[in-house]
């Protein structure tokens, strides 16, 4: 049975987290322009390539199938919605990525380098490099892409394109810049001026409406548990 207080903390991470990131979306209509005008050189990506794409803050990432093809993972809040194929097939935009990471949906599919790539710089294994494991074989990764195509839940700290990525090219899901983020609250949590605050900001609110469960009870057990993680 999942942990309910886990779960809640789980959610309010992510949460956090997209808010954090938030730029990442921003200017929508001039990225897919600025994508679709793009050209990329595919004759240096092989099959089972990972590529990554920075972007503001986050990174994004795809495994190349070959033909100017990229397996990648894009929520989408267009799943929840509608089966139609034709509608979920085309580029993601920046409004449905956002409501998609909001509602938890995404897919696993496959589009061109350049709508991948959406206008920004391709660095190709790199992770490799930055993570110290050895790759499989790039077939083998390509393949283990291509079993996965389709619909699939959405996490922002426990199952995002990194999680994909790493698990077809090394066979272990993790993703550095989830651990970074759960890092840097770790460090917040344990500060102990965030449980001053909370306590301030709970009376407050204690104060502004008065005794009633929905602000009492955050108020009381919030700086009680940072208190206890501190």
Not at 4 to 10: A, D, I, R, W
Not at 13 to 26: C, G, P, Q, Y
Not at 39 to 62: A, W
Not at 106 to 125: C, K, M, P, Q
């Amino acid at each position: 049975m999942k942990n309910p207080m886990l779960e809640v903390v789980s959610l309010l991470l992510e949460k956090l987290l997209l808010i954090s990131n938030f730029t990442l979306f921003s200017s929508g209509a001039t990225g897919e322009d600025k994508g679709r005008n793009s050209f990329y050189e595919t004759s240096s990506f092989h099959r089972g390539d990972v590529l990554e794409v920075p972007r503001t803050h986050l990174t994004h990432y795809g495994i190349y199938l070959g033909d100017n093809r990229v397996a990648h993972m894009m929520p989408d809040i267009l799943l929840a919605l509608t089966d139609d194929m034709e509608r979920t097939q085309k580029v993601v935009s920046n409004k449905r990525l956002i409501l998609g990471v909001i509602v938890r949906v995404a897919s696993i599919r496959v589009d061109t380098v350049e709508d991948f790539a959406y206008g920004a710089n391709i660095l190709v294994n790199h992770l490799d490099e930055s993570l110290q494991k050895k790759a499989l074989l790039n077939e083998e990764v390509a393949r283990r892409a291509e079993k996965l195509l389709g619909f699939t839940p959405y996490s922002l700290l426990w199952n995002n394109c990194e999680h994909f990525v790493t698990y077809c090219r090394y066979g272990t899901p993790i993703s550095p810049q989830s651990d970074k983020f759960c890092e840097t609250v770790k460090i917040i949590i344990r500060d102990q001026r965030s449980v001053l605050a909370s306590a301030v900001l709970g009376l407050a609110s204690i104060v502004c409406t008065g005794l009633v469960s929905y602000t009492t009870l955050p108020a009381i057990f919030i700086p009680f548990f940072l208190w206890m993680a501190g």
